[in-house]
């Protein structure tokens, strides 16, 4: 529920910052909020995602600042990509909801600047990394090991894989479900775009369930630019 108004105003509670500040990392770039450590408050996270990462430009980072009765300012987990590559630009795009329906959020960070394994530029991709009880404060911990990774298949230069993530239960089954924009690719026109769909489980895979696209095709429509998960006609 809202805050009562009459108990809100604009002065801010907290403000958060990248641990170690860079021209142009673009902290805040896109956040949500959810519980990813399964205790009784929901977490901060915030994608950095042009932050320089041991030496990489723009390769990107995640932080997390856990929600508590005395939340502070100070990051308590970093996630970075799993072998960082220039312009991945991890955490352009964050989302948190429950996929494997253990009443703790997971979490999915977009790298729409990664490339594909066959070296396909850009093609782009969505880390999955589950929530865990055993998610504590660690200013020094990285965390580069994701549960699962989503990408384009086949793969195509510049798709952008990831460049919209949105998360929610699509077909009310109790898992939460993922929708990635692809919005560059090239179905049937240059940058017609497409979307893909992974339906959650206890047993979530890389499979997409369902593809999105727009028809008729249309050059540079771009569809998956921007998506969004919510339930339009209850």
């Not at 502070?72 to 312009?87: A, E, G, H, Q, R």
């Amino acid at each position: 529920t809202c805050p009562n108004p009459g108990l809100f105003n604009t002065s801010a509670d907290l403000i958060l910052q990248f641990p170690s500040p860079q021209n142009g990392g673009f902290f805040g770039r896109d956040l949500t909020i959810g519980n990813i450590n399964g205790d009784a408050y929901d977490d901060v996270i915030v994608g950095n995602p042009f932050a320089n990462y041991n030496g990489i430009e723009n390769a990107g980072t995640v932080q997390v600042f856990f929600g508590g009765s005395n939340m502070n300012n100070i990051s308590d987990l970093t996630f970075v990509k799993s072998n960082p590559t220039f312009n991945d630009q991890f955490g352009y795009t964050v989302s948190v909801y429950d996929i494997d329906n253990d009443l703790v959020g997971d979490l999915a960070i977009g790298a729409w600047g990664a490339d594909a394994i066959n070296g396909d530029d850009a093609n782009g991709e969505v880390t999955i990394y589950y929530g865990d009880s055993n998610f504590v404060s660690d200013t020094n911990q990285i965390i580069n090991s994701p549960d699962i990774i989503l990408t384009k298949s086949p793969s195509e230069v510049d798709a952008r894989f990831g460049r919209w993530i949105s998360t929610g239960d699509l077909n009310n089954d109790g898992y939460g479900d993922v929708l990635v924009g692809t919005p560059f690719a090239n179905t049937e026109l240059l940058d017609n775009g497409e979307a893909f769909v992974y339906l959650g489980s206890n047993n979530f895979d890389s499979t997409s369930d369902a593809h999105l696209t727009k028809l008729p095709a249309e050059a540079e429509a771009a569809f998956g630019r921007r998506d969004i998960v919510c339930d339009l006609n209850n």
